[in-house]
């Protein structure tokens, strides 16, 4: 079967800079790289030092839930980092996976930003343990087993206890995990309404969204069918909110860690350098 030819009156030519070069992700591969190791030396710390700050360890309890999701979630961001950073290096471009993988590391940060927002230990400790109980129900809500086989019922009533063992003047209600990954748009790549068109692309995206989806492609004058590119304004921008997130996340995990201050002046520098070495092509620095 041959396929039409469309014509360029039907689709005018894209930009011969729209999409991004596998040299332009190479490059890119390499600068996350960068992030990556700057960040782990903070890991390493927090691995070597006892929480003392908001996340403090409460020796009466058995689990102090604020240090364990905060270190957990900079984990899997960290993770999701080298994933993306290992795909840049694959050949082909892949904009759609990347930016799933965007959009995870900006929820994974989100979650324990409201967490490390809190004023005091106690609060910590209960907005750590109300964020269980709130995906635990999030998950009954859209018919989710659990892998362990365990109720999800059962699992609702043991979390909804262990929150209520901390006992704070006023409840609160965990945002919506929209809510919490806007304002850490917010706080890290644009204080406006940006963030919100920021994070409809990447969940749009991550969702398979055509209107969204769209943006990743392009269809080529003698070819009717759709190649999925990473175009290069793309690349950059989420290079710019990669490493937006993971900077103030990290410097506010320092913090709340009680790691000494030298610890979170040494990376601060360092991302600072890290972003001014964004490569020029790619948009100059990160910051």
Request: no cysteine; aromatic share 4%.
């Given at each position: 079967?041959?396929?039409?030819?469309?014509?360029?009156?039907?689709?005018?030519?894209?930009?011969?800079?729209?999409?991004?070069?596998?040299?332009?992700?190479?490059?890119?591969?390499?600068?996350?790289?960068?992030?990556?190791?700057?960040?782990?030396?903070v890991q390493?710390?927090?691995?070597?030092?006892?929480?003392?700050?908001?996340?403090?360890?409460?020796?009466?309890?058995?689990?102090?839930?604020?240090?364990?999701?905060?270190?957990?979630?900079?984990?899997?961001?960290?993770?999701?980092?080298?994933?993306?950073?290992?795909?840049?290096?694959?050949?082909?471009?892949?904009?759609?996976?990347?930016?799933?993988?965007?959009?995870?590391?900006?929820?994974?940060w989100?979650?324990?930003?409201?967490?490390?927002?809190a004023?005091?230990?106690?609060?910590?400790?209960?907005r750590?343990?109300?964020?269980?109980?709130r995906?635990?129900?999030?998950?009954?809500?859209?018919?989710?087993?659990?892998?362990?086989?365990?109720?999800?019922?059962?699992?609702?009533?043991?979390?909804?206890?262990?929150?209520?063992?901390?006992?704070?003047?006023?409840?609160?209600?965990?945002?919506?995990?929209?809510?919490?990954?806007?304002?850490?748009?917010?706080?890290?790549?644009?204080?406006?309404?940006?963030?919100?068109?920021?994070?409809?692309?990447?969940?749009?995206?991550?969702?398979?969204?055509?209107v969204?989806?769209?943006?990743?492609?392009?269809?080529?004058?003698?070819?009717?069918?759709?190649?999925?590119?990473?175009p290069?304004d793309?690349?950059?921008?989420?290079?710019?909110?990669?490493?937006?997130?993971?900077?103030?996340?990290?410097?506010?995990l320092?913090?709340?860690?009680?790691?000494?201050?030298?610890?979170?002046?040494?990376?601060?520098?360092?991302?600072?350098?890290?972003?001014?070495?964004?490569?020029?092509?790619?948009?100059?620095?990160?910051?």
């Amino acid at each position: 079967m041959r396929l039409p030819n469309l014509g360029a009156e039907m689709i005018g030519p894209m930009p011969e800079e729209y999409a991004s070069t596998e040299a332009d992700r190479i490059d890119a591969a390499d600068w996350l790289h960068e992030v990556v190791s700057a960040t782990r030396n903070v890991q390493e710390a927090m691995q070597i030092t006892l929480p003392a700050g908001i996340v403090t360890l409460d020796t009466s309890r058995d689990v102090n839930d604020a240090a364990r999701l905060v270190s957990l979630h900079m984990a899997i961001a960290i993770d999701h980092l080298v994933s993306f950073a290992g795909l840049l290096r694959v050949p082909g471009s892949h904009g759609p996976s990347l930016a799933t993988i965007n959009r995870t590391v900006v929820e994974t940060w989100a979650r324990a930003w409201w967490v490390m927002g809190a004023m005091t230990s106690i609060r910590a400790e209960y907005r750590a343990r109300a964020m269980v109980v709130r995906e635990l129900h999030a998950a009954k809500d859209r018919g989710i087993l659990l892998l362990s086989g365990e109720s999800i019922d059962v699992a609702i009533s043991r979390a909804t206890r262990d929150r209520d063992r901390i006992h704070v003047r006023t409840p609160e209600t965990v945002p919506r995990p929209t809510a919490l990954a806007i304002e850490m748009l917010q706080a890290a790549v644009s204080p406006g309404p940006e963030a919100a068109a920021i994070y409809s692309h990447l969940s749009g995206v991550a969702h398979g969204e055509s209107v969204y989806t769209a943006s990743l492609t392009e269809q080529p004058i003698a070819y009717p069918v759709p190649q999925v590119v990473l175009p290069a304004d793309n690349l950059k921008k989420y290079l710019t909110q990669l490493f937006g997130v993971t900077m103030i996340g990290t410097v506010k995990l320092t913090s709340v860690w009680g790691l000494p201050e030298t610890i979170g002046d040494e990376y601060l520098q360092s991302m600072t350098e890290i972003g001014n070495r964004l490569p020029a092509h790619l948009g100059g620095s990160a910051e």
